[in-house]
């Protein structure tokens, strides 16, 4: 079940829809807190194979993971000492299949909290702890 809040007038059977579940998330973040909160740690990603070896290395259990392309200057992700070209396998155990998982588990509730990052470089597999900031304006 959605909300469908926009569609293309003239294009009959053509229309744009938001998970009920999301729309629920949205509304109650705007409520509370008049916008929707998202944590932040200064990456631009890419969904990336994870090669066999580094999966077993790292425990994961996905063939996918997420590689920095960028890292900002003075974010939570360079302070942590994350660096471009790093794979992000895992957050807090949990695989990070794909650029999709990562933004969706960098949700309010991370901000602040200390995330442990299971990190695969040339060197080997690491584990990283990031915390997260609010997501700037």
Request: hydrophobic letters at 45%; a positive charge; glycine letters at 8%.
């Amino acid at each position: 079940i959605g909300a469908n809040p926009a569609m293309i007038h003239g294009a009959q059977g053509i229309a744009f829809a938001v998970a009920s579940n999301t729309a629920n998330f949205v509304i109650s973040e705007i409520i509370r807190f008049g916008r929707v909160r998202r944590a932040f740690i200064g990456v631009s990603a890419d969904t990336t194979n994870l090669p066999r070896r580094a999966a077993l290395l790292s425990q994961v259990s996905s063939s996918t993971a997420v590689r920095l392309r960028s890292v900002e200057k003075n974010s939570p992700a360079a302070r942590a000492g994350l660096k471009e070209g790093d794979i992000i396998a895992a957050i807090d155990g949990r695989p990070v299949t794909g650029v999709d998982d990562l933004v969706r588990m960098l949700d309010a509730e991370r901000i602040g909290r200390e995330t442990l990052c299971t990190v695969v470089r040339r060197t080997g597999v690491s584990q990283v702890a990031v915390t997260p900031v609010a997501r700037p304006n």
